[in-house]
């Protein structure tokens, strides 16, 4: 049987980071898309920036 993955969603402040960290505390590979995956840059040019907001949210392209 082949690795099960499961994708856990829902709106902001609902749980999703807590549930992460303690899967990984559990020992389980467990990725937080916003942390791992994502970065705060210039929409423009794709820079990375420091202390942004939610619209500077920018999704690494997964190459």
Same mark, same amino acid.
């Given at each position: 049987? $082949? +690795?099960?993955?499961?994708?856990? !969603? $829902? +709106? *902001?402040?609902?749980?999703?980071? *807590? +549930?992460?960290? !303690?899967?990984? @505390?559990?020992?389980?590979? %467990?990725?937080? $898309? /916003? @942390? !791992?995956? %994502?970065?705060?840059? /210039?929409?423009? #040019?794709? !820079?990375?920036? /420091? $202390? ?10 997964? #190459?």
């Amino acid at each position: 049987m $082949g +690795v099960r993955n499961y994708l856990i !969603e $829902g +709106v *902001s402040g609902t749980g999703k980071t *807590s +549930v992460c960290k !303690e899967l990984q @505390r559990r020992g389980y590979h %467990a990725i937080n $898309g /916003d @942390r !791992e995956l %994502a970065y705060q840059g /210039d929409p423009e #040019t794709g !820079e990375p920036l /420091d $202390g942004l907001g939610h619209e500077h949210h920018i999704w690494r392209g997964m #190459t």
